[in-house]
């Protein structure tokens, strides 16, 4: 659970200037600089852009998913998380689109890297003692989404095989 805003305007960060923002609402806040950021990852990974796909069929999943990550963040300590609908949807996009698993895996990772980044850009903005619960509950929700994308791309995987049979 992130503590309240601060409402003094006075940061606890490095500089001590500004205000302190949850993790949440830098997130929120940043939300097209993270997919800036994990865009200019995955252009750099021949294995993901050897599938061509525009901007949109590239990043049109990230705001949701990124939403989720969002309302994980501010849900209380120790209520379940819903199942990621976005994560299922784009699972089975993925997987329409010819993703291997290991490419799917690919961008879950750089999502991660990408938010951790970004918050780390951030982080005269944060307060310490938020930081660590929430890269934890980043890394659970987006491993989550990923389980359901994986799930998909089982169940397209069985589909074929029964379909072949």
Do not use: C
Not at 124 to 153: G, Y
């Amino acid at each position: 659970m992130q503590k309240p805003k601060n409402t003094t305007g006075v940061g606890s960060g490095k500089s001590g200037l500004g205000p302190v923002e949850t993790v949440a609402d830098i997130i929120e806040n940043r939300l097209d600089v993270v997919i800036q950021e994990w865009l200019a990852r995955v252009e750099k990974e021949p294995e993901l852009t050897a599938i061509p796909l525009n901007y949109e069929e590239r990043t049109g999943h990230l705001p949701q998913l990124l939403h989720d990550v969002i309302s994980r963040l501010r849900m209380d300590e120790g209520t379940k998380a819903p199942i990621s609908e976005a994560a299922a949807h784009h699972g089975d996009l993925r997987s329409k689109q010819g993703y291997t698993v290991a490419m799917a895996v690919e961008e879950s990772r750089l999502l991660q890297v990408s938010i951790f980044t970004m918050l780390h850009k951030s982080e005269m903005h944060l307060d310490f003692s938020a930081i660590l619960p929430a890269v934890v509950t980043i890394a659970d929700e987006v491993d989550a989404q990923l389980k359901q994308q994986m799930l998909r791309f089982m169940a397209a995987a069985a589909a074929k095989a029964a379909k072949a049979a």
